[in-house]
């Protein structure tokens, strides 16, 4: 199975976020993942309005290429 890293980009000093490595099917069930880790980071800050949340959630491929990227803003405000 392909091996994906999360890597949280620039999202302030207030959130905390290791990277986590995942081995997933494919590139979709990795967006799923992201899509649930992502927003479990931004629960954790549920007082930050939609235009205070910066940065994204990288996914990148085992050589720590970037392949995918979810906007922690846009997250926010579909779920807001």
Known sequence: MPHYIFHLNRAGPD?????EAHELPNLMAALQKANSRARAVLRRCVRCGPEAVRGTLDIQDADR????????SELMRQIS
């Open 65 to 72: 290429q970037p392949i995918a990227r979810i906007y922690l």
């Open 15 to 19: 959130i905390a976020f290791k990277d």
